[in-house]
């Protein structure tokens, strides 16, 4: 439910084709960030209020090693080169057999208080919960019915085939800021006139398919905040009368796509893209390629679009050139 990558290629063009900073608000499983290309001089945030999907991404961005380690992925003894190298990081990771066998050594040949310090910064460094949580989350998704989390998908599923997904996203994210916070919190915080801000929070009425709880009144919060928003906006939805009428101020377009968690074959889902500005005078190209929970991330054949919902007068008017 919500999945982007069907929807990549109308994010694409509706988006506005001059900004200095990207905040996807509600990043999900990173398929807006990730797919897009790396603008020199473009700050990027990631931002979800499900603390599992950032800490797996921080765990994909910081301790790589550590996280496929615990996924399993290493050693892989077909590439020598390779051992080698994973030998080396274990040692900088500290793993449990690792940590044991230092803190005796510590202990036998340092003197008190010496040998404490020593154990003691060793112990800091130690834990590595949440990167077991990170990899206990990511085997979720992958085991699970269309990633959702929540049933078994019934089939056999290797979790060494993404072993090159997760390589390529550590890379992506090297200069991506991830944040754990609250919708309207991330927009005061990184709203600016030159910011380009993406939103796609929980389908209205739809909720239960979600982790996170968002109610009816945190669609309104919502809405109130994106009103005083001196950037770029842009809001992805299931279409519905409700959301219609409650973003009569923004230009509303509207699509459809195939319909995964459906059954029946050549299903839809109707799906409306929002903007505060008028995506009419701004030409943008785009090009989008990864996402760490899809493998056919590539763009799907374009649709068409329609623009169902004008404003009388534009909330963001178009930056001077």
Request: charged letters at 30%; one cysteine or more; a negative charge.
């Amino acid at each position: 439910m919500g999945g982007k990558s069907k929807l990549l290629w109308l994010i694409r063009k509706l988006s506005p084709s001059r900004y200095s900073r990207f905040i996807d608000v509600f990043g999900g499983s990173g398929t807006v960030t990730l797919s897009r290309p790396i603008q020199p001089g473009c700050m990027e945030v990631y931002n979800d209020f499900n603390s599992d999907l950032t800490n797996l991404f921080c765990c994909v961005k910081n301790r790589t090693m550590a996280l496929l380690l615990e996924l399993g992925f290493l050693p892989l003894n077909t590439r020598d080169d390779f051992n080698v190298l994973y030998k080396f990081f274990s040692k900088e990771e500290f793993t449990d057999d690792y940590l044991k066998e230092e803190l005796e050594l510590t202990e036998r040949y340092l003197e008190f208080p010496d040998a404490e310090t020593i154990q003691r910064m060793m112990l800091e460094r130690a834990p590595r919960g949440d990167v077991r949580r990170a990899a206990d989350f990511f085997k979720l998704i992958r085991y699970s019915f269309s990633g959702g989390a929540k049933s078994f998908a019934g089939k056999s599923c290797d979790i060494r085939r993404f072993f090159y997904l997760i390589w390529e996203c550590s890379r992506r994210l090297a200069d991506v800021v991830i944040e754990n916070k609250d919708c309207v919190e991330i927009v005061h915080q990184y709203d600016r006139p030159d910011a380009f801000l993406y939103f796609d929070p929980p389908y209205y009425d739809a909720e239960d398919c979600y982790a996170a709880v968002f109610p009816k009144e945190d669609h309104q919060r919502l809405h109130d905040a994106l009103l005083e928003c001196k950037g770029y906006v842009m809001v992805s939805y299931n279409y519905c009368p409700f959301i219609v009428e409650l973003y009569k101020e923004f230009y509303i377009f509207y699509t459809t796509r195939p319909n995964s968690m459906s059954q029946k074959a050549g299903s839809e889902y109707e799906e409306i893209v929002i903007t505060n500005y008028d995506p009419r005078l701004h030409d943008s190209a785009r090009h989008w390629q990864l996402n760490l929970f899809n493998l056919s991330a590539a763009d799907e054949e374009e649709g068409k679009y329609t623009l169902i919902h004008e404003p009388t007068r534009e909330l963001r008017q178009k930056m001077e050139e």
